[in-house]
């Protein structure tokens, strides 16, 4: 199993388009695409400086466009076993699935980046990335100063956002343990000051016909599997204002068995913290197109051991394994198959294909180890 992963906003850099303007009707589409945003695409992604392209309603389109060539050019109209994107990288995500035409996600990306610029301009917001110290205390004391959680990458890096001058209190004096960071954003993104932005993007939302994922889709709010196009739209508008948990969505992946993990362009960013969470996964960033033999390897070698619709699932964590199904249970993706209660709480085994449970390979109250296989799904 090979999750496709889609970076977010601050991934991006001057030029970053340029090579992949070179594959095959590229350039076509990307003219196609400037019509829909409304300014030059390609010369965004090969001439503009940093800082034009820092712009949030430049940034989003242009990475929306970017992560699409590079989707393209690696599958074709195919899709991997799993996507999951970050923030804006959830947009490219859908379209990857299935749920959203290419166009469309271009064409949303832009509406977004607008009305998330338009709100950053209200008030003089930003966000600050905490290093370190104990979570309950970093959030207790971000809360304290009136800042909300913004992102969770992976355990020991919170992303606050709020006021500047409850950012520059924070700083001033931070948790103890734990080092805070001012981060070069125009606003406090995935919070309560994003609330502005609601309206256009939710109209935006609801004049769309999504189509079912025609794979696994990982949310960024909490890490769920989704099966239905309404819901994953939906759940965009929602993130406008709660914070992006890639964290749970690290955890989704490994409770669903990736054996892989391909990050779209302008890869890397996404990729060093996969390697953090997801030990032992075999990851490509795709950062210009001579990155494509190494990520097309990738997509044979993982999947050639396990036969396409047959799954064993593994258990995410080391506990007690308390099966939720019998054989010959039926199941879809994202149906909840175990319960394995450890030191760190309880996680759910997902399935990741639909089918039925055909074989237990562990008994309820037995002891399990993490990776270990405990059912298998065909």
């Known amino acids: 199993m090979v999750a496709l992963l889609s970076p977010g906003q601050g991934s991006q850099s001057a030029g970053m388009l340029l090579p992949w303007l070179t594959l095959p009707g590229a350039a076509e589409s990307v003219v196609r695409w400037s019509g829909l945003v409304g300014f030059d695409l390609a010369q965004a992604g090969t001439t503009w400086a940093d800082d034009a392209i820092r712009d949030t309603a430049v940034a989003q389109p242009l990475l929306t466009a970017t992560a699409l060539l590079s989707a393209r050019a ?12 970050h923030s804006i990288g959830e947009l490219p995500a859908l379209a990857v699935a299935g749920v959203l035409t290419d166009d469309e996600v271009v064409a949303l990306a832009a509406r977004r980046g607008r009305a998330m610029a338009a709100a950053a301009l209200r008030a003089p917001t930003g966000m600050a990335a905490v290093l370190g110290g104990d979570a309950d205390v970093v959030r207790a004391a971000a809360a304290q100063h009136g800042l909300e959680v913004a992102t969770v990458n992976v355990a020991g890096q919170l992303v606050v ?89 690290l ?74 199904l019998a054989v010959g249970d039926a199941v879809g993706i994202g149906t909840p198959v175990a319960v394995v209660s450890g030191r760190s709480g309880a996680s759910t085994v997902l399935a990741p294909v639909p089918g039925t449970v055909t074989e237990w390979l562990v008994s309820a109250g037995d002891p399990v180890r993490a990776g270990q296989l405990l059912a298998v799904v065909s």
């Not at 599958?75 to 991997?80: K, Q």
């Not at 769920?224 to 969505?249: K, W």
């Open 74 to 85: 690696l599958l074709g109209e195919a899709v991997p076993d799993v996507v999951c994107g």
């Open 251 to 324: 955890g989704t992946l490994a409770t669903l068995g990736v054996r892989g993990g391909v990050e779209l362009a302008p890869g890397g960013t996404l990729t060093a913290v996969a390697k953090r969470a997801l030990p032992g996964v075999e990851l490509v960033a795709l950062r210009t197109p001579d990155d494509l033999p190494a990520a097309r390897a990738l997509l044979h070698h993982a999947g050639e051991h396990q036969p396409v619709g047959w799954r064993a699932l593994p258990s995410p964590d080391s506990g007690i394994v308390d099966p939720l």
């Open 161 to 249: 956002g709020g006021p500047v001058t409850a950012l520059d209190a924070l700083a001033a004096s931070p948790p103890a343990g734990a080092r805070v960071r001012r981060l070069d954003v125009a606003g406090a993104f995935h919070t309560s000051a994003m609330a502005p932005a609601r309206a256009d993007f939710d109209a935006a939302l609801d004049a769309l016909a999504p189509g079912a994922p025609r794979t696994t889709v990982i949310a960024n709010r909490d890490g769920a599997v989704l099966a239905d196009g309404r819901d994953a739209l939906n759940r965009l508008g929602d993130q406008l204002t709660s914070a992006v948990r890639f964290d749970l969505c």
